[in-house]
C-alpha cells in the first residue's frame, strides 16, 4: 500500500461506528458462540470451546457454491461429520484414560463433544475436542468458574447419531437457570418425576399419598348370594337387614328378628302380585301390562 501511495485509513478511536464492518463480525461471532453455550447447556466459561466450534461451522458452511474452507486451502468442501456443539458422543478415551476402564467394561465412554482439534493453518486431521461425562458431575452451572478444569481429551474415534442426538447438560442448565426452584438452591433431581406440570417444587412439596382404607374385618364370601336391587320407589317396601340362609330359603332377617322371604332376584316375595321370581321389582313396573300378561301365562 506504501509503494501504491495508497492511503490506509484507519477507523477514529472511539468511535466504533467508523469500523462498522469489523464490529459487526465481532458481534456475530458474540451471538454464535453465546447460542451454542445456550444449546449445549454450558457456562460462560466454556467460551473459548463454543467460539471455535461456531467458526468452524461458519468456514465449513456452503454457500453460493463454495465455503471459505475450500477457498482457505484449496482441498474442495469440508467432508468430515458435522457434529453440534455440547451433543452427547460415544469415543474411545485416550491411553492414559483408557487404562482406567475395567476390562469387562466397553472400550467407549459417553462424553460431551467440545469441537474440532485444527492443526497451525486451520488444517484438520479427523481428531475431535470431547470430555467425559463424568467429568461435568457436581459441575456448578451457574459460577463462572475456568473451562480448564475439565479435563478434555484429544480422540480420533467418535460415534454420532443424528437420530439419537441429545445434549445431556441442557436440563440440568435449565433447572438451575430457568426455574425458581434452581434460583433458591434446590439440588438438581435427575430422576424422572412424575408430575411434570410441577417438577419444580417436587423436592419441596412431594404429594402426600392417599391413606388405604380402613379394614371391615369382613372379607366377601364368594358362595354368597347377589345383593338386592335397592330402588328408591319402593315407597319403604325395600327391608334392611342381613341376608341369611335357612333350609335352602334365602331371607332378610331384621335386627328384631323378623324374616322376609326373598325370590331369585334378591326381591322381598309378595303373594299379591303376578311378578315371576326371577324379575325384580323396577323391572316388572318398566314392563307394560301387556308384556306382564305375556310372562304370568308363561
Known sequence: MIEGKVVHDLATQGQPQSNGRAER???RTMEGTKTLLLQAGLPGAFWPYAMKAY?????????????AWHKRHAQGHFDGPAIPFGC???????????????????DTVPGVF?????LPGGLWQGEFRVAAL?????????????H??????????????????????????????RTLAGAEGVPYDASPDPDTEFSELSLRD??????????????????APPPAVIDKTDHGRHVRGTEVIVDGLRYREL?????????????????????PPYINDPEWRAFSSKFKTVLTAE
Open 88 to 106: 452427547l458422543v460415544d469415543f474411545k478415551p485416550q491411553k492414559e484414560d483408557a487404562k482406567l476402564i475395567d476390562k469387562g467394561d466397553p
Open 255 to 275: 335386627a328384631d328378628g323378623r324374616r322376609y322371604l326373598l325370590d331369585e332376584s334378591g326381591s322381598i316375595r309378595k303373594s299379591n302380585t303376578l311378578r
Open 134 to 146: 463424568t467429568e461435568f458431575a457436581g459441575l456448578d452451572l451457574l459460577a463462572w468458574g475456568k
Open 114 to 118: 467440545l469441537g474440532y482439534k485444527l
Open 55 to 67: 467458526c468452524f461451522a461458519q468456514n465449513t458452511e456452503v454457500i453460493d457454491g463454495d465455503s
Open 206 to 223: 412431594a404429594p402426600v399419598p392417599a391413606a388405604p382404607p380402613a379394614p371391615t374385618g369382613y372379607l366377601p364370601d364368594p358362595s
Open 25 to 27: 463480525l465481532v458481534r
Open 148 to 177: 480448564s478444569d475439565v479435563h478434555h481429551q484429544v480422540v480420533k474415534e467418535v460415534v454420532f447419531s443424528f437420530k439419537t442426538c441429545s445434549f445431556p447438560l441442557r436440563a440440568k442448565y435449565d433447572y438451575v437457570t
